[in-house]
């Protein structure tokens, strides 16, 4: 097996962020679950509250011979809205901001770097807001969250808003799909 490097990240509902990076080559394992708050152990009704400080979070296992963390990166910032600060469509508060988690000093170089790269190309027309932030600890989403839009993809949400991130990302990265 590869030697396998972690990426830690919020770009909203982790339902739609797992959905996306299980398709992308090079990634070896996606989990759902939070990062970034203060409660131990938190459950997902208590960062839905929104009083734990976690965002829900996707962290991503792929190998750096197959895929860059800067490329990691770069569908990350393609696949949700960086400039809408703790809200992704009509998911609203703390736990659905934008984060990258950095495990390392050379992962926040990078962070540092394509941020940089993603707002001068002038993707967006508003600033990126996403926060580059030490990853301190992850705890995995209960179990019926994990691989939740391959599980239930008929389920209102899923079709309603994972669809289509997904869809989208299928199409711009077709050739960097794992099927």
């Known amino acids: 097996m590869a030697n396998l490097e972690t990426a830690t990240l919020g770009a909203g509902c982790f339902w739609c962020v797992e959905a ?13 679950g939070y990062s970034g708050g203060h409660k131990e152990a938190p459950t997902y009704r208590e960062v839905c509250d929104g ?48 984060a990258i988690f950095y495990h390392d000093d050379e992962q926040k170089r990078v962070a540092e770097e394509v941020f940089r790269e993603v707002s001068e190309v002038g993707i967006y027309d508003d600033p990126l807001v996403t ?31 994972v669809a289509p991130k997904v869809a989208k990302f299928r199409q711009k990265f077709a050739d960097r799909l794992k099927r």
């Open 20 to 32: 996306v990076f299980d398709d992308l080559k090079g990634v070896e394992d996606v989990v759902s």
């Open 51 to 98: 009083t734990t400080g976690h965002a829900e979070v996707a962290q991503i296992r792929f190998d750096p011979d197959a895929i860059s963390f800067a490329d990691v990166l770069r569908v990350f910032f393609s696949v949700h809205d960086p400039t809408t600060l703790n809200r992704q469509g009509n998911d609203i508060g703390t736990q659905y901001r934008s």
């Open 131 to 161: 926060e580059i932030t030490p990853f301190e600890k992850f705890w995995p989403a209960e179990d019926y969250h994990q691989e939740y839009f391959l599980n239930n993809p008929g389920q209102p949400y899923c079709a309603a808003v």
